[in-house]
């Protein structure tokens, strides 16, 4: 890091402070959260901007000469900025920079430093560096990031003067100010209380909190303003999956060959009637519905899985995913605890029956891996922990992984049930009430090293053993940004930064510096509190996002609920009408098979970088060439066809209501205009709009139910676009 | 001296490759690929078909050796928890194989398939191969003075390496796609993806400029595999207007593309719109392919050979294919006679008969299958009786096959099969590699027609092993 006295700061400063009249600060990009501004030469869009060792203007060269700083020898180039509004204890670790080439090529740099100019003001100087894949690339147009938020883009030259990209359109110089504004006080996170919620963030919000906007909602939110609704919504009470009935696992004994077979299969061996509640549930769009909870509670599902491939069993599933839903607001280490003795866990990952002699590995490994800290040590940041040779630290090591299942030796299900099937009282496992130990000599008495230099001592039992190695893991410092970042990528964004990720950590952590009011309970782990955090971050929260690395792809069931939601679509959340277990629904043709996901690995991966652009994006890892255009078929489906019904033994179908929007298709702007509001928050470009116009342009009203196809004409050409598949 | 500007980069990047720097000189690894591309189009066709066991095949039970000796260490580690197969000529026992090289070894029983294929020698093994850094020893790995991989027995992060070779770091190119950005140039001016996964996204099938499809089993015809709906016919739209729906549809691709991840969707739609058109035609009086089993990997492997059927129509001349079979993971129940067996049943099978497949289209020499998987298992069985499974191991066998196979044959060295003996990690019978990932992946790729001064760019630690190429492949 480099930190040059004040002195030279301030001649810097002087030699490049420009008199300038122009004011180019707060106000001049309109969004709820003011835009970093890059201070530039009076004339042009060319960045003020100096290396940072030399303090020589542009071309940079691409490596300090003699250098002396640190392990990387790139150059580090200071810039000033206005407007940079961080939070207490934000620094460098909350901005992103990123330039890009005469060729459109893109790179990130690292930003080193930010620290106020002495005496200038509200004047910043950041440092970034030089990316190293980077050559002598000429001109380069160069942003920077906060909160979402994007900066002007500036002009520098590194190598040689010359080339690069041309000018933003509409892009203008943003020199010094004559008399620099004064510092002003560190912004404290908004309250986000009564009337303060505008509508484009409330759909932002409910993007991310729910399983979609509806008109009604926007409106529900904005009048009791979002921490008002975040509390109304933590305090609903529990809605989830029924107890099924548990079914014995010889199907010819649970659905003897008869009339009726497939239809028994369905509604006990497979998927089938918790994917119908899911979207039961996900769809309903009655006020004080349980949105927040079953928004999570999927998170959860795609962090801890347990996949109805391995576990077909409908009622084996719903107490699974009962789990989930009554700790998804409460708190982690009860999610650990519950999940490690529920007996499909303990089916899946080979835990259930674990002996002394040779016990099996595989939830030891996977509840270190995915469930809490990963393999690698991290910052609080989520950003890797580095050895002095710059290499990261393994938060474990196989010899950790058996010491662990070790741990997990003796546990086995509860005592039979009994189920009633065609008039008979039929035996079952007990896949219901939480495994137990059933013989504690088949328990690992032995000694255990376990992370942090903790040590269980030997004969314990294996209560005791689980307790202790469940408080080990839950206490370990990864799990806050572990699974904080996680929960980020699923409600907010795929590539939040450091900073964010810390901040969701402290509120995980309880740090009471971090946390609103009333999470300050001096309890680590609690799972409002994490959401609280994620879901009014500043990088959360705004009208519109400019990075233009943020947000996430829609997941396909996201994609197929926030359509259906959006048209106020009744259903009984069986997408396709089937009478046995087999059959695509629309989930499977995504690749986001609804509980089923391939492996213990989910649907994708979190860390899953979308090829050619250096940033994450797990859901990309299911958009392939087939499911990209599926998604638009998809699209197509729900618009036009519902899912219709016509057979027995199946539920009533889906069916969209368009109603409110029909009344607008004699005017085809007010129209996209709503469609915008609710769909895009109103980010559809005028060109987006002038090629909708134009289709729905192409029914006139003279046409037999004009009205309803101008509504669908519009809304399959925003909903497929790829501006929408993007939550951003 | 530098000569010409392809090999300054070349040479560049193997500096890069030698130095400390490979952790964060991976990516620029692909650039180099970028910039240095060249050369003429090929006359011939070759297709590289990789199929991938995911969950960790439990290769001890698949190649097992039956001499006398060997035979006894493997029963005595796996015979009392009901873990081992019996003998040759007991009943379901293993199927014997006579390598040209020597020694006596039995395929699982569940593969009589894969055994005449290897009389025949069109069938090769390559034994315990697996992730490496570099060449390691019991002693080296027990003192921690060889550098492993990163996140051993792992499955994510082993599926990871074996698709990307790079076992020390986070790579966000697979092997096949770095073969295939080395190859563009000899598919000349072809359009169609020279890689196609028929499993969905592979990380193996993503190159710095290659970007692979990703397309439905053959039970999907390929003329409908990336279809774009209309509207219904009950929504009463006209043609003119179902027209001006996809003419908007295909104008909106073009518009708003400063955003990354909006970019990154639309260019995956665009994608599949332009191979849509390029399938949506085929050629008609392409004569029938003999039958596939109707299974997973039969499907895949069936929608390979319908796309090498079109290789002329699509002016194709290199393809790679990504396929996938899952549930090899058997940490319980393994010896059940719908797990392991069942697996390896359809493996055997589906490869059979798309063996014959390219015989039947006169491709037999151009088309190379070859199988990948996490790590091998332990050798010590996980639980006993019924529940009888593994756990997660390191070195494996694999099998390649093919008419340009030098089959009948084993590559490489066979494990012993001791506890705690010379190529185990610890006492549970996992298996540290003597052959790596590079060396058998860089001798497909060299048959595929790789310069040999592409291999080292292609897979960064090859130049650490004996040997780039364990000529297995004619």
Redesign the interface.
Known sequence: MIEPTPSRFRSAMRRLAFACALVCAAGAFSSTQAAPVILTETATTRAIAVDAVTKLRDPFPLNIPGHTVGANTRTRIMFFVLNLELLAGEGANALTAEAEDGAGR?YALPVENVMPVPGFGAVQQVIVRLS??MGDVGDLLMRLNLHGVSSNRVRISVGHAGGGPPEDPGSVPAPAPATPPAATPTPTPNQYGPSSTTEADAVRFLEQASWGPTTAEVARVRASGLRAYLEQQFNQPLVTYPDYPLYPTDTALGCPSSTGQAVCLRDHYSMYPLQWKFFTLALDQRANSDQLRQRVSFALHQIFVVSGRDIPYAAWMSYYLQILDRRALGNFRDILQDITLNPAMGEYL?MR?N?RT?P???YA?EIL?LFSIG?DELNLDGTPKLDAQ???I?SYT?DT?NNFARVFTGWNLAANKQTMINGALVNVFNYQDPMIVTREQNHDTAAKQLLNGVALPPNQSSSADLNAALDNIFNHPNVGPFIGRQLIQHLVT?NPSPAYVSRVARAFNNDCDALYTEDCTNVRGQMRAVVRAILLDPEARGDVKTD??????REPVQLITNVLRAFNATSDGVLASRTSASGGDLTNQL?QPLFLP????SYY?P?Y???????Q?PA??????????RR??VV??LL??GVPVSQPNVPGGTQLNFTTFEQLASNPAQLIDALDALLMHRTL?Q??RT??T??VG??PQT???FAR?RV??AA??IA????Y??Q? | MVSTRRDFLRQGACALVGGAAL???I??FG?VHAFAQGGSPATDYKALVCIFL??GNDGNNTVVPVDQTRFAEYTSVRASAGLALPAPGQAGGLLPVNPVSGGAYGFHPAMPELKTLFDNRQLAVVTNVGTLVEPLTRATYRSGTGRLP????????QIAQWQTSVSND?S??GWGGRTADRAAHLNGGASFPQVV?IA??ALFA?G?TT?P????DARTPLAS????????G????TT??TN??R???D???G??L?????????D??E???Q??IALANPPSGLPALPDFPNVTLGYQLEQVARLIQLRDALGIKRQIFFCQL?AF?T??GQMAANAHSALLAQVSQAMKAFYDATMAMGVQNSVTTFTLSDFGRTL????AGA?V?T??GWGNHHFILGGAVRGGDFYGRFPTLALNGPDD??TRGRWIPTTSVEQYAAALATWYGLAPSDIPLVFPFINRFPTANLGFMA
């Open positions: 893109k190293d894949d080979n029956g002996l040779n099996n590995e595989n490994r891996q393999t710059g290499r990261r393994p196989q992984i795929s233009p690395n943020y947000g996430r792809l690749d391939t492996t213990v690995f991966t860390t970088e979308v090829p050619g652009t250096g940033i994006g990309f890892e299911i958009l392939s060439t087939s499911t990209a255009l638009a078929n197509n489906t036009y066809n470009s060109a987006a090629a909708i134009n289709a192409s029914i046409d037999a139910n196809k669908q004409m399959y050409l497929t676009s790829h501006q598949q993007v951003r | 952790a964060s000189g990516r620029d650039l995911n969950g990163l996140q051993l027995f792992s499955h994510s992060d986070t966000v190119t996964s969905g996204t993503t710095t970007r499809i990703g397309i439905s595999v990336l279809p774009l709906n209309n509207p219904p009950a929504s009463g739209y003119a207007q001006a729906r003419a908007a549809f104008s909106l691709r518009m708003d400063n955003h990354t991840l909006v970019k990154a969707s639309r995956v739609t994608h599949a719109i191979t849509s899952g993971d940490h319980s010590q069985p996980a639980g529940a499974g756990d997660h990690t610890d």
